[in-house]
């Protein structure tokens, strides 16, 4: 694909919303678009710097079973069942370790987990 068929899609994407579908053809091309920043619109750059500032700080972006697993703990802190949360810490302890996590959890989990001492 040529570079500016790639830019043009990823800004079609960004404009229509479809950031899911415009992160996968960064996360493909990122040298490439780094080196070429100018081609991409403004909302498109900007998360093509999000991308790099996450790589840089952890290296892997969230999974989607990450996604699921943080939105279960946020399920079980709504409802308060502490003893869902402490299996869920006790199946994936590294997930909370990670910088990145705690900005995707809500208020209810965050006074639970650091009540439990686990972030």
Same mark, same amino acid.
């Not at 939105?71 to 709504?78: D, E, K, L």
């Not at 502490?82 to 994936?92: E, P």
């Given at each position: 694909?040529?570079?500016?068929?790639?830019?043009?899609?990823?800004?079609?994407?960004?404009?229509?919303?479809?950031?899911?579908?415009?992160?996968?053809?960064?996360?493909?091309?990122?040298?490439?678009?780094?080196?070429?920043?100018?081609?991409?619109?403004?909302?498109?750059?900007?998360?093509? %710097?999000?991308?790099?500032?996450?790589?840089?700080? &952890?290296?892997?972006?969230?999974?989607?079973? *990450?996604?699921? =697993? @943080?939105?279960?703990?946020?399920?079980?802190?709504?409802?308060?069942?502490?003893?869902?949360?402490?299996?869920?810490?006790? %199946?994936?302890?590294?997930?909370?370790?990670?910088? &990145?996590?705690?900005?995707?959890?809500?208020? *209810?989990?965050? =006074? @639970?987990?650091?009540?439990?001492?686990?972030?």
């Amino acid at each position: 694909m040529s570079l500016e068929s790639l830019t043009a899609k990823i800004n079609k994407n960004v404009e229509e919303m479809e950031l899911a579908t415009a992160r996968v053809y960064i996360e493909e091309n990122i040298s490439i678009l780094n080196e070429h920043k100018n081609m991409l619109n403004k909302n498109a750059r900007e998360l093509l %710097d999000f991308i790099l500032q996450m790589q840089a700080h &952890d290296g892997q972006p969230l999974t989607r079973k *990450d996604m699921a =697993i @943080i939105n279960a703990i946020n399920t079980y802190a709504n409802k308060f069942d502490v003893r869902g949360i402490k299996m869920i810490v006790k %199946d994936y302890p590294n997930l909370l370790l990670r910088k &990145d996590t705690p900005a995707y959890l809500n208020a *209810d989990a965050k =006074i @639970i987990l650091e009540g439990m001492k686990a972030i």
